[in-house]
């Protein structure tokens, strides 16, 4: 059987796991990062929005051919049909290409000397004892066996490294998604992307529509609680309901779960560090997760690495990766599932009486996680008493 041996080794190289790959190798320890599709990138299962930050982070610009599209509106269109555009001066919003982007990020790891094994598939970790010493692969049907200092689970959010770990085994909430890929569109403003809200669109999430261009859109459902058919019904409902789509060709059919209950509360034992949508790393409201995918692999591959050259790999020693994140985001995500939850209490009148009080702050308030007990103190001043008992819920 076939041994590796790395000071670090990663499994998965989507956003997250190039992320701390890239990072690790530029601070000099060895990395191996593997990823069991032949490319990565792809396939896709996203939306394929990022804002400028998150672009940023990953230390790209916001220039073909990492986007596709640059989007100035977010426009929310409640359960009536009344909709609310929140436009920005500057562009800060893009739809990416990311299968491009993906492969940008696991190029730049590898150009800082990490090393790529791609179709190989983690299939349980190695124990000495009670600390994680290396991985269990699988690659062209041989048995291989990675060892390393720290292993670093980027394995998204079915993640086998987190399972054989012990740790969570199931997120106890998440949004089950649809998403065809249309083209032959011709959309008026492709600069805009559409959020629908409602029972009749996604129970507990949200219908989109962000365009890759005048002529293709990924249009998809995100769904929940009460649902009462399955995500790819939703889907087809919400496409046969508009007459921009009637013609459309389906590109692409593609899906998947985005952990909405917020970040683990365990992702890190002695030699093991997990990332991204591993550790359920997404802002709940929005079920976006590229961004803090990125930000959770950078900061796992400075620590990771720091604790390598101190000769500590031990959980305390990890530990400031936590610290770090929680730093940073760990708030938003909390306030951001909050608002999630009280957003569960609304019906659709209730949503629809919301979306004529709500400012355009509030909303990014609400979808981010921040500032939230502000906004939430303005909103109850102007909303009728029924939304107020609802409000109070999350106020509490
Ligand atoms: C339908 C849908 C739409 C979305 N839209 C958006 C959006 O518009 N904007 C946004 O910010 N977020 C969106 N998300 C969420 C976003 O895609 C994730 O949060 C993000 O990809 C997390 O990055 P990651 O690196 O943690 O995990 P992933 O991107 O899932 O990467 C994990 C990698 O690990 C590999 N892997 C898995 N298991 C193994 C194994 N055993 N061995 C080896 N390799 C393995 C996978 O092949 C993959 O390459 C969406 C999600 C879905 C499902």
Redesign the pocket.
């Given at each position: 059987m076939q041994k590796y041996y790395s000071d670090v080794l990663i499994?998965?190289?989507?956003?997250?796991?190039?992320?701390a790959a890239k990072t690790a190798a530029e601070r000099g320890v060895d990395v191996i990062f593997?990823?069991?599709?032949e490319v990565?990138?792809t396939p896709v299962?996203?939306?394929?929005?990022?804002g400028l930050d998150?672009i940023r982070a990953g230390g790209l610009e916001p220039v073909p051919p990492f986007i596709a599209q640059e989007i100035k509106t977010a426009q929310i269109i409640a359960p009536n049909g009344i909709s609310l555009d929140m436009t920005s001066e500057n562009i800060t919003g893009y739809?990416?290409d990311?299968q491009v982007f993906?492969k940008a990020l696991a190029d730049n790891a590898v150009e800082a000397g990490a090393k790529l094994m791609t179709k190989?598939?983690?299939?349980d970790v190695i124990w000495d004892k009670k600390q994680i010493i290396g991985?269990k692969?699988q690659k062209n049907g041989e048995e291989i066996e990675f060892y390393a200092q720290v292993v670093i689970g980027?394995?998204?959010?079915?993640?086998?490294?987190r399972r054989r770990a012990g740790l969570t085994r199931y997120f106890s909430d998440y949004?089950i998604?649809?998403?065809y890929q249309l083209g032959g569109l011709d959309l008026e403003d492709p600069t805009i992307n559409e959020f629908y809200l409602g029972m009749q669109y996604a129970p507990g999430g949200y219908g989109?529509v962000?365009p890759k261009s005048n002529k293709v859109a990924?249009v998809?459902v995100?769904i929940r609680i009460k649902h009462q058919k399955a995500a790819i019904e939703y889907l087809k409902d919400f496409i046969g309901n508009d007459p921009r789509f009637r013609n459309a060709k389906i590109l692409n059919k593609?899906?998947?779960?985005?952990p909405v209950s917020g970040t683990i509360e365990k992702y890190i034992m002695d030699g093991l560090m997990l990332?991204?949508?591993?550790?359920g790393?997404?802002?709940p409201m929005?079920?976006?997760?590229?961004?803090?995918?990125?930000e959770?692999?950078k900061m796992a591959g400075r620590i990771a690495s720091e604790a390598i050259k101190e000769g500590d790999v031990s959980e305390a020693r990890l530990l400031k990766y936590k610290v770090e994140f929680d730093q940073k985001w760990g708030k938003h995500i909390k306030e951001s599932g909050r608002v999630m939850e009280m957003l569960d209490r609304f019906n659709d009148d209730d949503l629809n009486t919301l979306s004529e009080i709500v400012t355009k702050e509030d909303i990014l308030a609400m979808a981010n996680g921040v500032n939230v007990k502000v906004a939430m103190a303005g909103i109850v001043k102007r909303s009728p008493r029924k939304l107020i008992q609802l409000i109070r819920a999350y106020l509490r």
């Open positions: 499994v998965g190289a989507g956003p997250a796991g190039s992320m593997i990823e069991e599709h990565p990138g299962y996203c939306a394929e929005g990022l998150g739809t990416l990311r993906d190989t598939r983690a299939m991985v692969a980027a394995d998204g959010h079915w993640s086998v490294i949004l998604c649809a998403q989109w962000f990924n998809g995100g593609t899906g998947g779960i985005c990332v991204g949508d591993a550790a790393m997404l802002i929005t079920g976006a997760g590229i961004h803090t995918g990125i959770s692999g």
